[in-house]
């Protein structure tokens, strides 16, 4: 199983690794903590994380699954999909509701997707967990497929969804940061 959670290595360098540097400045310049995530199969699953500086931060075990429709991660991960794997996804995930705010709708999910392409980040208004919100951004491998995600969670009052332009800016810088390291790799 660990196998299939590989990510791949660019000159013995894992995506963790490739990653290190970029999550450590996203935790500095937020002060939240940082998430890395790939997809496996259906799912995404965390693979590394820094914690925030702040006395109150969101952590979880490295290895916890997480869906593609109702949080940050998933949704990007979905959104840069090819259409054809999107569409089939989507046709076969279950959109169970974990909060009020979770799209529970097809079409709105595709919406969603368009909206984070355009917008180079996507975003999660506690539709995953009440109280916490979370902003990712891709990671790109040097053919411009999605390598992972790269994301930062915090409590809703840190992270408000006024804000979330500013935050999703410094995400994507992150996720760019990454993608332009894993380029020079190769």
Known sequence: ???????????????????????????????ETVQLGVLNEQQGVIIDQVEGTQPLRIVVNLGLRFALHNNA???????????????????????????????????????????????????????????????AAPIFDSDETIAGAIWISGPAKRLPKSRFPAFGGKVRAAGQRISRFIEEMR
Do not use: F
């Open 73 to 135: 991660p998933g949704k990007l991960l979905l959104a840069y999909m090819t259409a054809e794997q999107r569409s089939r996804t989507l046709s076969e995930l279950k959109l169970t509701a974990t909060t009020p705010r979770t799209i529970t709708i097809r079409s709105e999910l595709r919406k969603e997707c368009e909206r984070i392409i355009a917008a180079g980040y996507s975003t999660d208004y506690a539709e995953a967990d009440d109280g916490v919100h979370c902003i």
């Open 1 to 31: 199983k660990l196998l299939k959670l590989s990510p791949p290595r660019w000159r013995g360098i894992s995506l963790a690794e490739a990653s290190r540097q970029g999550m450590n400045w996203l935790r500095d310049e937020t002060g």
